[in-house]
Structure formats: structure tokens, C-alpha cells
């Protein structure tokens, strides 16, 4: 298994321009986030998908959309991108086992709006 | 409104000692706790997850403990190494919604 992919790997944009951020799992979970991590900020929670055709907010949501494609991808998108939204991006699954539920994380896509 | 806290936010210990790292948390109704480790410019690893109902989990040299009524987990690496260098960073589950809300994390160095 892959675990959780992401593309790119790095990006860097302009102001204004547009972007999306590419997640995959094939571990078949349901759930999967978008996380953004900033120094002194920690990791905040952007969108979450509890499974293939919904989708929430989280804690920090202004600005991004989200797409849940099907169960094993979710799409972040920066319709706008502004200097603020300058971080690296995280994407997970979540394992559920019973009671027993853990997440996993990709390698992250770092991101620079100029 | 949940808060997690991670102290201290640096550590650096010579190679060889025991140590542990803090992590507190304002509500206690959590559904679990997960520690992971995040090495520089790399994503999130998962190291030890505890159920609200259980009191540790040990995985190698790592001993994770909850006290829920305190609001505290604690995570002992024993005879650390330099290899164990990287950030660690707790993480709690409510128990309502499918969100988890990080600390900021320890960036811990190990001295050769």
C-alpha cells in the first residue's frame, strides 16, 4: 500500500492564481482531512470528509473548497490564493477498527503565495 | 472549548537519557489520544494511540500514558538517541465529531 499520497510536492503562486492540492488513500478509509501547519500555530484543521459524498468544515475553512472525488480521493482548492494561505498542507485518512480509530498522514505539499 | 497544550516547546537532552514529554488537554471528554512524531520537512508519523479507556500504551523504548481526569499524557522515551530527534506532537479526538485537535508540539534534540 501507498498509504496517503499528495501532489504537488511544492508550489509556489502568485497572488490571485488558482490551485488545487491532489490527496489519495488506498487504504479504504472513509473519512480523510486537510490540515495546514504553521510555525507557533500547529496543525488546524481545514475540511474533513466523514465519508465519499460529504464534506465539513473545520476549524479554519475561509478560502478553500474541498471536493470528496470518490472514497479514495479529496481535493483541496485555493480558488484565490493570498499571501496568508502560505503553508505546508497536510492530508489524512483515518483507520477505524472497532472502537479503535487512528489517522495517518501524507508527506505534506508545501506551499508560497508571493 | 477543547485546547491542547504541549510543554516545553524545546528540549535537548544528552544522548542516553530517559525523558518525558507533556501534553495537557482542557476537556476531558475525548474518545482518544495519538502521539506522532514529524521529522523536518516530512509528514506526521503515528507513534501511540490511546483509547479514553486505557491508562498506557508501550511501543519499544515509548510508554505513552493518559490521565483523563487531569487532562494529561505523558510520552517516556527511554535511552534516547540522537535517531529520536525530530518533533512530537499530541493529539486528542473528541468524542463528538470525527475533528482532532493538535498541540504544537516538542521539538526534542538528542545530543551525541
Known amino acids: 500500500n501507498a498509504g496517503v499520497t499528495q501532489t504537488p510536492k511544492f508550489q509556489v503562486l502568485k497572488t490571485g492564481q488558482s490551485m488545487t492540492l491532489q490527496c489519495a488513500q488506498d487504504m479504504n478509509h472513509n473519512s480523510m482531512y486537510w490540515y495546514r501547519q504553521d510555525p507557533g500555530m500547529g496543525l488546524r484543521l481545514i475540511y474533513y470528509?466523514?465519508?465519499?459524498?460529504?464534506?465539513d468544515k473545520g476549524e479554519v475553512p475561509n478560502g478553500y473548497n474541498v471536493s470528496r472525488l470518490n472514497k479514495r480521493e479529496f481535493s483541496l482548492r485555493l480558488e484565490s490564493a493570498a499571501p496568508s494561505q502560505t503553508s505546508v498542507y497536510f492530508c489524512?485518512?483515518?483507520?477505524?477498527?472497532?472502537?479503535?480509530?487512528?489517522?495517518?498522514f501524507g508527506p505534506g505539499t508545501r506551499l508560497t503565495v508571493l | 472549548k477543547q485546547e491542547v497544550t504541549q510543554i516545553p516547546a524545546a528540549l535537548s537532552v544528552p544522548e542516553g537519557e530517559n525523558l518525558v514529554l507533556n501534553c495537557s488537554f482542557t476537556d476531558s471528554a475525548i474518545y482518544n489520544l495519538q502521539w506522532f512524531r514529524q521529522d523536518p520537512g516530512k509528514g506526521l508519523t503515528s507513534l501511540l494511540l490511546?483509547?479514553?479507556?486505557?491508562r498506557e500504551q508501550t511501543s519499544g523504548r515509548l510508554n505513552a500514558s493518559l490521565d483523563k481526569s487531569s487532562g494529561r499524557s505523558t510520552l517516556y522515551i527511554a535511552a534516547s538517541q540522537p535517531g529520536d530527534s525530530a518533533t512530537y506532537l499530541c493529539?486528542?479526538?473528541?468524542?463528538?465529531?470525527?475533528?482532532?485537535?493538535f498541540g504544537k508540539g516538542t521539538r526534542l534534540h538528542i545530543l551525541p
Open positions: 470528509s466523514a465519508s465519499e459524498g460529504t464534506t
Open positions: 489524512a485518512s483515518k483507520r477505524v477498527r472497532g472502537d479503535y480509530n487512528e489517522q495517518f
Open positions: 490511546i483509547q479514553s479507556s486505557q
Open positions: 493529539a486528542v479526538k473528541l468524542n463528538r465529531d470525527d475533528k482532532i485537535i
